[in-house]
C-alpha cells in the first residue's frame, strides 16, 4: 500500500485548505525546501502538526518531549558528541533497545551511528526539531558541569576546603581563549567552561554565581528572568571563584573587597565579551559575569523595532545639531544597543565623534572611544572636560552620574555640540526631575534638552504555543483600553520551544519625548512633573507612553497584558 502524501493528511486533519496546500507547493518549486518546511515558514502549520502527521505517514510514533522526563542515566549510554551530531536523544533503554527522538526518522546513517556505539537496538520516535534541541540542551547542558564537579571530588577526596595544589589550576588564562568542554582540563576549569557554553547556548545576558551555607547556586538571566541552572557543592565553591576570579584579571587573595574585570572568550564560535562583578556576602563572594556577544557589530536603527511614528521622532532627535538627548531606563533595557545604533549612524568622515564609556562595549571603525578608568582620575567628569579641547561635533557619555557631569554635558551642549548620553530613571519625564535633582538648574535644562527616549525589553509570546483568549474587563482597564464586544488578547501556554514559559525572545517598546516650545517653558519654570505630562498628552504631540506602547503590542498579539504590567511595575 502506497504511503499517503504528507499535504492529503494534513488537509484530511483539517489543519490546511486546498488552497494552502497549492500555494506551498508553488513556493516549494521556488523554494526547494520540504513542503513541511514551506507550511511552517509561513505560519500555516506548526512544526507540531507536521511532525504528527509524518508519524501518521511513515508509521512512527510522535513523542512530546515537553511531556517526557528523560533520565540523566541516558548521557551514559549516547555521549553528547553523538547526540549533537546526529541531532537525536535518548529516551529510554528497554532490553536491547534503546527508544531515541529525531526530527528525521529516515535518518538510518544517524540511526546506525548510535548501533554501533552503544551495540543496542535502536528505535526511533519523531519529535519536532526544536524540542529535539531543546532537550538535548536540557539532558546535556549540566552534563559536563556534573562530570567535573564528580572528578573534583575524587582528586580532592571529598575535602571540604580546596587545598593550595587545587588552586594552582588558576594561575593562567586559558592561553586560547577558547571555551570548550576539553576533557584533559582541570575538572574546575571544565565545570566554568561548561556553564559559560551552557550561558551562550541559552542566550543568557548574565551568569550568576551565589554562594549559600552549604552548596553554590548558579542562576542565569535569560530574556529578562532569572533561572535555576545547576547546584555547585560546597567543597567545590572557592575553586569556582577562584577560577572565574582569575579568567577576569582579579586578585584571587582579596575576598573582602568588591572586585571588577573582564575577559574575551570564544564560545560556540562566538566572540563573548564578559564583564565580572565580584561582592563579598555572608557565605563567600558572589559573581556576576555580564555576557556581551560581540559577533555581531553591524547594530543599526532597523533592527531596533521601533514602530513608524516612532522612527519618525527617533529621526528627528539624532539629527540636531546642537543639545542633548537621554536614553533612560534601568539596566538590561536595551540603552546600550540603542546607543550604539544611534553611533553607527551619526559615524560619518565630516564629524568627529568621540565617546566616553564605562567599559568600552563594541569597538566601531571611526570613533574615538574613550575607556573611564577612575584609578588614573579619568572621570566621567575629567574625561568630559579633556574631550571639550579634542574639537568634537558629537560627544556620547556612557552614563550621566552626578551633577558635575550633567552639568558639563550641558554646558557643551550651549557651546554647539550635540550631546547624547544615558540616565537611570523611570521614565522619559522623570529624567527632567533627574536632572534638577542632581544640581541643574531649570534654565540650563530647558535650553539644552532636546528629546528623552525612554525604553524597555518586553518579551514576545512563543509563536508555537500562542492561544487567544477573552480578557476580563480589570485586565482591558489597566492598560487604559476600552472594553469591546468580541476583544481578544493572547497568551502562551508554554510549549517545548519555549522552555514552557510561553514567551520566546523580546522586542523593545519606546517613549519618546520631544521638548517643544511649551514643554521647554514648563521646564524654565520647574513647574513639575504634572503640568509637564498634561502638556506632553494633549493630541497634537503625538506623545505614546510605554504603557500604552505595550498596549498596542498586546492588541497585535505581540506580547502579553501580564508583560506590560511588568515593565511598567503596575502589578500590584
Known amino acids: 500500500m502506497a504511503k499517503r502524501r504528507i499535504g492529503e493528511l494534513l488537509i484530511e486533519r483539517g489543519l490546511i485548505t486546498d488552497n494552502e496546500l497549492d500555494f506551498a507547493l508553488d513556493m516549494q518549486k521556488l523554494t526547494h525546501e520540504k513542503l513541511g518546511e514551506v507550511l511552517i515558514s509561513n505560519k500555516i502549520v506548526t512544526p507540531e502538526n507536521i511532525a504528527q502527521a509524518l508519524a501518521t505517514q511513515l508509521e512512527v510514533d510522535y513523542v512530546d518531549l515537553n511531556k517526557r522526563n528523560i533520565s540523566g542515566e541516558m548521557t551514559r549510554i549516547v555521549r553528547r558528541n553523538t547526540a549533537r551530531q546526529n541531532h537525536l536523544v535518548p529516551l529510554q533503554k528497554q532490553g536491547d533497545t534503546l527508544f531515541v527522538a529525531m526530527e528525521d526518522p529516515l535518518n538510518y546513517f544517524a540511526m546506525d551511528e548510535v548501533r554501533k556505539a552503544t551495540s543496542l537496538k535502536v528505535v526511533p520516535l519523531i519529535a519536532t526539531k526544536a524540542a529535539v534541541e531543546h532537550a538535548i540542551n536540557s539532558l546535556?547542558?549540566?552534563?559536563?558541569?556534573?562530570?567535573?564537579?564528580?572528578?573534583?571530588?575524587?582528586?580532592?577526596?571529598?575535602?571540604?576546603?580546596?587545598?593550595?595544589?587545587?588552586?594552582?589550576?588558576?594561575?593562567?588564562?586559558?592561553?586560547?581563549?577558547?571555551?570548550?568542554?576539553?576533557?584533559?582540563?582541570?575538572?574546575?576549569?571544565?565545570?566554568?567552561n561548561s556553564i559559560i557554553e551552557r550561558a551562550v547556548q541559552e542566550r543568557a545576558s548574565d551568569i550568576h554565581f551565589e554562594p549559600r551555607e552549604n552548596d553554590m547556586d548558579v542562576r542565569m538571566r535569560i530574556d529578562g528572568i532569572m533561572r535555576d541552572i545547576l547546584t555547585v557543592p560546597k567543597n567545590i565553591t572557592a575553586s569556582v571563584i577562584?577560577?572565574?576570579?582569575?579568567?577576569?584579571?582579579?586578585?584571587?587573595?582579596?575576598?573582602?573587597?568588591?572586585?571588577?574585570g573582564r575577559f574575551a572568550a570564544s564560545v560556540l564560535n562566538k566572540s563573548i565579551?564578559?564583564?565580572?562583578?565580584?561582592?563579598?556576602?555572608?557565605?563567600?563572594?558572589?559573581?556576576?559575569?555580564?555576557?556581551?556577544?560581540?559577533?555581531?557589530?553591524?547594530?543599526?536603527?532597523?533592527?531596533?523595532?521601533?514602530?513608524?511614528?516612532?522612527?519618525?521622532?527617533?529621526?528627528?532627535?539624532?539629527?540636531?545639531?546642537?543639545?542633548?538627548?537621554?536614553?533612560?531606563?534601568?539596566?538590561?533595557?536595551?540603552?546600550?544597543?540603542?546607543?550604539?545604533?544611534?553611533?553607527?549612524?551619526?559615524?560619518?568622515?565630516?564629524v568627529n565623534l568621540v565617546t566616553l564609556?564605562?567599559?568600552?562595549?563594541?569597538?566601531?571603525?571611526?570613533?574615538?572611544?574613550?575607556?573611564?578608568?577612575?584609578?588614573?582620575?579619568?572621570?566621567?567628569?575629567?574625561?568630559?572636560?579633556?574631550?571639550?579641547?579634542?574639537?568634537?561635533?558629537?560627544?556620547?557619555?556612557?552614563?550621566?552620574?552626578?551633577?558635575e557631569t550633567a552639568e558639563i554635558c550641558m554646558r557643551a551642549a550651549l557651546t554647539g555640540r550635540f550631546v547624547i548620553s544615558t540616565i537611570h530613571t523611570n521614565d522619559a519625564v522623570g529624567a527632567v526631575d533627574r536632572l534638577i535633582d542632581i544640581g541643574v538648574e531649570p534654565y540650563l535644562v530647558s535650553a539644552t534638552l532636546r528629546g528623552v527616549i525612554s525604553q524597555r525589553l518586553i518579551r514576545r509570546i512563543c509563536p508555537y504555543c500562542g492561544e487567544e483568549y477573552e480578557p476580563q474587563r480589570d485586565e482591558v482597564e489597566r492598560l487604559n483600553l476600552k472594553m469591546q464586544p468580541g476583544l481578544k488578547f493572547r497568551y502562551g501556554r508554554g510549549c517545548q520551544h519555549c522552555y514552557n514559559t510561553g514567551y520566546s525572545g523580546r522586542i523593545a517598546v519606546f517613549e519618546i519625548m520631544l521638548i517643544t516650545p511649551e514643554v521647554r517653558e514648563l521646564i524654565y519654570r520647574n513647574a513639575g512633573r504634572k503640568a509637564i505630562e498634561a502638556e506632553l498628552l494633549k493630541p497634537e504631540n503625538n506623545f505614546v507612553s510605554l504603557k500604552d506602547a505595550g498596549a498596542r503590542l498586546v492588541l497585535e498579539g505581540i506580547t502579553t497584558a501580564y508583560e506590560v504590567m511588568r515593565i511598567t511595575n503596575e502589578n500590584d
Open 273 to 350: 565579551d564578559m564583564r565580572v562583578s565580584t561582592l563579598p556576602i555572608a557565605w563567600g563572594e558572589k559573581i556576576v559575569c555580564r555576557l556581551l556577544d560581540k559577533s555581531n557589530t553591524n547594530i543599526d536603527k532597523e533592527m531596533l523595532g521601533l514602530r513608524p511614528d516612532d522612527m519618525e521622532k527617533y529621526e528627528k532627535l539624532i539629527h540636531y545639531k546642537n543639545g542633548v538627548m537621554l536614553l533612560v531606563g534601568p539596566t538590561g533595557s536595551g540603552k546600550t544597543t540603542t546607543m550604539y545604533a544611534m553611533l553607527n549612524e551619526l559615524n560619518t568622515r565630516d
Open 242 to 260: 577562584a577560577r572565574v576570579k582569575t579568567m577576569s584579571g582579579m586578585d584571587v587573595a582579596e575576598k573582602r573587597v568588591p572586585q571588577d
Open 357 to 403: 564609556e564605562d567599559p568600552i562595549e563594541y569597538n566601531l571603525d571611526g570613533l574615538n572611544q574613550v575607556q573611564i578608568n577612575p584609578k588614573t582620575n579619568m572621570t566621567f567628569a575629567n574625561g568630559l572636560r579633556a574631550i571639550l579641547r579634542q574639537d568634537p561635533d558629537i560627544v556620547s557619555v556612557g552614563e550621566i552620574r552626578d551633577g
Open 140 to 192: 546535556y547542558g549540566n552534563e559536563t558541569a556534573n562530570k567535573a564537579i564528580a572528578d573534583y571530588a575524587k582528586e580532592q577526596g571529598d575535602e571540604e576546603n580546596p587545598s593550595e595544589a587545587s588552586l594552582s589550576n588558576f594561575d593562567f588564562i586559558i592561553s586560547s581563549n577558547v571555551i570548550t568542554g576539553d576533557a584533559e582540563s582541570a575538572p574546575t576549569i571544565r565545570l566554568v
